[in-house]
Nanobody
Framework: QVRVVESGGGLVQPGGSLRLSCAAS????????MAWYRQAPGNERELIAS???????GYTDSMKGRFTISRDNARNTIYLQMNSLQPEDTAVYYC???????????????WGQGTQVTVSS
């Protein structure tokens, strides 16, 4: 069974920074692209950034500049460095991992449970 677990959320003041982590674990043949999403109350879930196993990254245009995604393949972990946070960044941040369970399987996406980020003074 694959588990995807986010951590690092919390309360931060406007202008502050946070670093989120997401670790994938379990029996996997391969772990490919991983990505960060967020969902604010009343809004749809939106993509922030993605990163491949070879560290190729992609960002939603509105997220460029303040958010940086990175990856540690040895730990099956990705990170999201968030700077200059504003109240509108308040949301649940989710991680998603593309996993191949065994050599005969197709890739499947797994979601984490999310971590709350609240930006408030």
């Amino acid at each position: 069974q694959v588990r995807v677990v986010e951590s690092g959320g919390g309360l931060v003041q406007p202008g502050g920074s946070l670093r989120l982590s997401c670790a994938a674990s379990g029996t996997m043949f391969s772990l490919d692209t991983m990505a960060w999403y967020r969902q604010a109350p009343g809004n749809e879930r939106e993509l922030i950034a993605s990163i491949t196993r070879s560290n190729s990254t992609g960002y939603t245009d509105s997220m460029k500049g303040r958010f940086t995604i990175s990856r540690d393949n040895a730990r099956n972990t990705i990170y999201l460095q968030m700077n200059s946070l504003q109240p509108e960044d308040t949301a649940v941040y989710y991680c998603r991992a593309r996993v191949v369970l065994d050599v005969d399987s197709i890739a499947e996406w797994y979601w984490g449970q999310g971590t709350q980020v609240t930006v408030s003074s």
